[in-house]
């Protein structure tokens, strides 16, 4: 990912831009053909620093490599970049540095969508405490926990899919995105063989909605990834503890306190989701750019297409690693489960209460009440329940059945067919 | 649109999920079927302030609605609700009014789209002076400027296709999203009765990502509102004047200058834009609920379902009629283009001159100068050029043939082929 | 608060400002002064419903007022406005309502304040375990932690009243800000008699970059808001529940599950901090207005000055109830505490070790071992140092003295000094 | 600024905090003085190489910092860090850096001010038009613009400052900041050696809100910076040009278009505006660390704190550049003031009609009549008045007056007055 933004790529993929249509004027007949064989002689051989040197003089990036092209090449090459603008260059390779990005990121994607599909299917029966506002609720499974992250992966996958589709456009329609100098058939060629295609219609520049949608999927992708790492903080701190996140030999976890194991990696990922989404915004500001276009997206692209990019990348790349090597602890997970001295059924004794004929009402009141005692001073629900006078309409047999956790997956496998499709079994 | 976002349609639509849930539990036999009798009484007739006030009791909005049914209703209805959890209700009726609020907003992004197509084939040959950073660059046409507006809200349109299919789910699988007291055939049917999908894998609510999706979505299609606005406010400026907001009879510009006719409604449309584009970074924020759930995405969405649908229909009408409406000025358009001493001819003589033998870079800098001095001392640069003894390369009949402005309108066509499909002809 | 916000305040102040700048005029000599008995009887007295129908025809908000109080007199009222703007009697007025909103919105903070500082006291040297990365760390104390937050909320009173005091700025300066037809003492005459300060220089408005600044502020609030929210939320799910907010009798936690009770409060401060904090950047883009103003900043502000204020007000008063009235459970607290088998002492015998001479990269290693050990298998830290053959460095004696956890609370004094002044001993 | 956010710079900083905290402990007796020689030998002088080495091993930047100061000392320094946790270092370091920032920063807005008090009182009493919604208004002086970006500027001066001031603070208080192993004095030593000031109350950390408000005012001085940089896009547009940005020799504006000067960079200045806006929000999210700390915060400040200093740098020394060396175009300024055909005079009209007698409404509506009319087809607005019959209530030697341009100058010096102190004359 990172050699995508390097600047070499970047005079890379604007010299193949430039031979491409060279190539195509070739054909045309607009531009005699040696001009191609003092091109290639070039490509993948740049002076950087020569071309930053002119860049300082005239105060702009693709006229600067132009001149060093020029300068650089022993053949007459005064047709170079014919009919074209900047523009044309660098929104054409900015759509191609952003695609190749998101091949990258969509493997990732993948990587984590494995890892949480492994990891799901094998604690897909694990009973563990479902948990609403941070408070004991019901049993759930812990792959059922697992399986919501891999569908809203799944979500993201293809919501990706189709944002790098909206990104993966060629220009080359010159200064004013009208063709005055070129013939379209130049764009199409270009666009073909870089695996684009043709922008519909355009000002100087790629209309900046295409890749406004982008970055705010990528701040939707950031805000799974939080959602993920939130959940995990969640589960490690020290009075829950159903998982951890790997530690090796040798890592420290405080300079100060020998005793500590923190969920960092959870912590980063957390930090680096704020990022992502703050590029969303300026992103989005840059869509309004004035007549046939101003460079104020230039300077604002520059830092949050490689960051963007790059941070998700490495996020992505964590988060499956964390997702992969995580130790759940089913010990814990049973213990916490047990905690809550069998409250958790409240929800069953009340619609028992219903089934036996009491209105929702007063049923509601008369287990919340038991609840609640028990969870003041009792020790154990049903057992409370089973001495509660109001609740005498649930007969022992009933109440007996109430207590069997199985009852909570009963649909499991309905909801992973659903989730990873038929194929998991 | 401000009726979705009414109370009434609140409890009418959760009345209807509730009947519907039932409906399908009578199906299976968990419920008797006279529940269905005395709900049927009750919809579409509720006291709203009745419900207030039991819920300023009990704290809790679906309780109290709950409540109130039990209390109106002359049946025996303690099956209502039964083994679903509030975000059943909640949701999925969000899902429904964010899906009709959709509806709406395609409808009014296809007003906008017409107005810009009507626009657009009435000014297609139009000529008027392309500009980039504010500077007259070359000619284009009017019409292309249009066109450009009206393949961005085609986008639009086709991203809120896509963001509403994410977010018409149904959700009604319980406390813990596992269906433990419900059969997922009650989702099933609640869903297709209601022109909704069935969510793949909930917790206690529908994911927050689907909705995050939309909002940024919104937030694009306010910035390119945001982009047609800001076009049309300079085209209005003192100086350029080549467009007119509809002023109506009656209507004053400023309490303190009556010769004012200002682009107000541009302006409001800006602002608009900011607003909804605002709500994007709270709904990504929402994504990230603990465990099973938490409510804190419960306030945000009270503010942004309603602010944003309701803001972005306001301006997207708003948009429509100020393009179907506005005056286009074509003397003025004219004037503009021909404002500029003829040096927007400058690339046109710099490839001539490339044509001629000359290479890029002298030509370059000839062509420069001979601008420059037009701009500053010269009455007209062809004139200039014409006596330009480096220019001298460029034959009289080639110097012609370059003030035809036809020549940058040859691909206009094929433009709009691309644009409006074959159709437009 | 919401009183401020209300139509009719608005029309009382813009009424106010214009009677006052008659005033100011008279004394001058201007305008005569019979105008001021007409407007006297106006005052007060508003028909809002003509008012609107007069600006639907004049799609103009303070025209519409000024035909309004014009049809409305029976005096000869040609004076009203002379020689200002709009935007004089708008940006007057909104300062005047920010400001105001600000005096109850310190007034509230006050109240966080209270409630932390009596909370605070009360545990000042209650030792409860301080966590970093939701982790056991070292013992402090409750109070330290509630003094924490009454320093950040001191802090934001502060911040408020400089953020006050930047849009307490009156502008009576006529369309262009020069005092073109107005005299400069018609401004500090209306500043003065509504307690604020004259603009130092502006164009047609009050530069924007003044309400900038104080809704970045109420962003900070917000985020301190959901800081202490989140701690509360934290302290309350179930493995920790060493606090719970105000649950009142009659009072349904689920609608599904009776034995629930959520700390929906703290969820709904997060929420709505998310919203206040989204006011910050539409607040931030409406400072580059162009030239001397345009007016989308306007729809903007419509939406954010009374959402902000009337939002920020709301959770304010929520928290310091919360505070106020949440139970704090010693016993829980306790219980947490020595939950980690004494783990908690690792640096304490980290640098005794360090003080008996052995080197703070070994001491590091062995402590990390032997807590690693205890957490894993063990049954108590310092029991397990106690047969630690490296660790017979440290003395029984030593050893013993490590346990006394009144250590942690030698610095409390000093640090409660510090935060809450010398006053509250 | 970039030295500031060099790693070497990082650790020169970590050290210096080192061995004050040393000094501080040898004068307690805590810690042997011996220790400073063997640090001193060390300072100025690191291999980050190797530092990094060992963090890839301990993935924790502090303890291998340690660590390595550890293996390259040869005295005993086994008390280093005696009773300090990581974030000691951490927070007081990135408080130094960050204070240091402001330094340059607070030159810079400075550098701003000079160009703009500079260019401001040669222009003070340069008549132009005012613009109000793009639109011509009424005359003001350019000068008058420019002191209102000064004014700007001065107040973004003392946020700035207090901001500063917020975050000029030091962080000695160990793991839960409750110095249970270190004296206060410590803390104060250290704090006051480097020019900062002890936090009041810290958990690990230094508590977030006082960056926020930083990166919240750094987001304001960006939307200042946007706004002038708007305003002088604007002026620079083909058909306003009444000023021109440095276009320096050499300089080329458009690959494709030789004829182009283009203001990039006005542009560039809005691109950076929209990337230290967009830092706001994520500072904000940082507030709310869990409990006595998480590290979420870390990895966002990573990217924003040297990104946003160095943008910020970087923009203000540009747009001081630009304001210095733009050109201001007098003839232009003449020309487009009076290419209004007198309009602009129409409240001078209006004024004049009520001095007459002449209702507000009905005078408003017989100028905005004849502006119109003038603007449509007329050639003069006075001489269209003098002909008007409504208007002859006006005298002839009143409406001469009404011509004189001065009477919009009358209280320049008033302004300027109060925007630059008295100095100024």
């Not at 405080?254 to 990922?269: D, F, Q, R, T, V």
Request: hydrophobic share 40%.
């Amino acid at each position: 990912m990172v050699e995508i933004w390097e600047e070499k790529t970047k005079y890379e993929i604007w010299m193949a831009i430039e031979v491409l249509a060279c190539e195509a004027q070739v054909k045309l007949g607009v531009v005699p053909s040696h001009i191609l064989d003092g091109l290639r002689n070039l490509e993948g051989n740049f002076d950087i620093h020569r071309i930053q040197a002119i860049e300082a003089e005239v105060k702009h990036d693709v006229i600067a490599f132009l001149s060093y092209v020029a300068e650089s090449s022993n053949t007459d090459i005064r047709y170079l970049h014919y009919g074209m603008t900047s523009s044309d260059v660098l929104d054409t390779c900015l759509s191609l540095r952003l695609k190749r990005s998101c091949d990258i990121l969509l493997k990732n994607i993948e990587e984590v969508m494995h890892a949480l599909e492994a990891r799901s299917k094998a604690t897909k029966y694990l009973l563990c405490v479902g948990r609403s506002h941070g408070v004991h609720a019901e049993p759930i499974t812990f792959g059922l926990k697992l399986a919501r992250f891999y569908a809203e992966f799944a979500r993201n996958y293809q919501r990706l899919v189709s944002a790098q589709q909206e990104i993966s456009v060629c220009k080359i329609s010159g200064a004013m995105g009208n063709f005055a100098h070129l013939d379209p058939s130049v764009e199409e060629y270009v666009a073909q063989k870089l695996g684009l295609v043709p922008e519909t219609i355009a000002s100087q520049v790629i209309p900046r909605d295409r890749y406004a949608v982008l970055f705010a999927i990528f701040g939707v992708i950031a805000s799974s990834i939080e959602r993920v790492a939130t959940e995990l903080r969640h589960l490690q701190q020290t009075e829950v503890l159903e998982v951890a996140e790997p530690f090796t030999s040798g890592q420290k976890g405080s300079s100060a306190m020998p005793h500590k194991k923190n969920p960092i990696l959870g912590e980063n990922l957390t930090g680096l989701s704020r990022m992502v989404r703050s590029y969303v915004i300026p992103a989005m500001e840059n869509v309004a750019l004035w007549h046939e276009r101003d460079i104020s997206h230039s300077s604002v692209e520059r830092f949050i297409a490689p960051d963007a990019c790059i941070t998700l990348n490495f996020a992505l790349v964590r988060l499956a690693g964390v997702l992969r090597d995580m130790k759940i602890d089913e010990e814990r997970i049973k213990a916490n489960l047990n905690s809550s001295k069998g409250v958790l059924l409240s929800q069953r004794v009340l619609l028992a209460l219903v089934d036996a004929g009491m209105s929702r009402e007063s049923a509601y009141k008369v287990v919340q009440d038991s609840a609640m005692d028990t969870l003041n001073n009792g020790s154990n629900f049903i057992d409370n329940v089973r001495t509660h006078k109001l609740l005498e309409k649930i007969t022992p047999g009933v109440l007996d059945s109430l207590s069997n956790l199985d009852y909570y997956t009963q649909h499991v496998d309905f909801i992973f067919d659903k989730t990873f499709g038929k194929k998991h079994k």
